[in-house]
């Protein structure tokens, strides 16, 4: 009796941390939304102080610090961000977009090599998001990969990615 007193107690204090999380995110989007961003990124702190695995939390943080140019703060929190939700996975669809944000910031760096790990890590978490099929494929491109590039287009195209079916027109054919 006193396991399942306990186990209902942490799944009602779960849910209303996991209430209180998406409370203030979304506070944040309304401020990011006005373009205070400084308001926005005080909002999305607070957010991982009340759960520090909310994964969407350090994707909000991290696109704002690219969105600045400020790609090694946005590399430090990714990083930070990926390992500590590894351990604990709530939303496989949100760390996924983790490692797709830190694939670009490996991308704008020319390392194309690190970028494709990522973007591989991404849609092993999310298989049915086209445009990781589709940033890979222009990755593999880049590293002069065609034959990979066309496979990649072919399955973004398949889920759906209408972009991928012009690009693979151009060079697939």
């Known amino acids: 009796m006193k396991i399942v007193l306990i186990f209902v107690f942490g799944v009602?204090?779960?849910l209303q941390a996991q209430q209180k999380v998406n409370k203030i995110l979304d506070k944040g989007d309304k401020k990011l939304a006005k373009l205070d961003?400084?308001?926005a990124l005080?909002?999305?702190d607070r957010a991982l102080d009340v759960d520090s695995a909310c994964a969407d939390a350090y994707a909000k943080i991290s696109d704002v610090f690219i969105s600045r140019g400020n790609y090694k703060n946005a590399m430090e929190l990714l990083n930070a961000g990926i390992r500590i939700t590894a351990d604990i996975p709530k939303d496989k669809k949100t760390i996924s977009h983790l490692y797709s944000i830190r694939s670009f910031i490996?991308?704008?760096?020319?390392?194309f090599h690190h970028a494709i790990q990522d973007l591989d890590q991404a849609i092993v978490?999310?298989?049915k998001n086209p445009n990781y099929f589709y940033m890979r494929?222009?990755?593999?491109r880049?590293?002069?990969d065609e034959k990979g590039c066309c496979k990649d287009l072919k399955?973004?195209?398949?889920?759906?990615?209408?972009?991928?079916?012009?690009y693979s027109q151009t060079y697939c054919n």
């Not at 494929?137 to 593999?140: E, I, N, Q």
């Not at 399955?155 to 012009?166: E, F, S, T």
């Open 37 to 39: 961003t400084m308001a």
């Open 12 to 14: 009602c204090f779960s």
């Open 142 to 144: 880049m590293n002069g």
């Open 155 to 166: 399955k973004a195209i398949a889920l759906g990615l209408k972009a991928a079916d012009v």
């Open 106 to 111: 490996h991308f704008t760096e020319e390392r």
């Open 42 to 44: 005080s909002l999305y």
């Open 137 to 140: 494929a222009l990755v593999k």
């Open 125 to 127: 978490l999310n298989t």
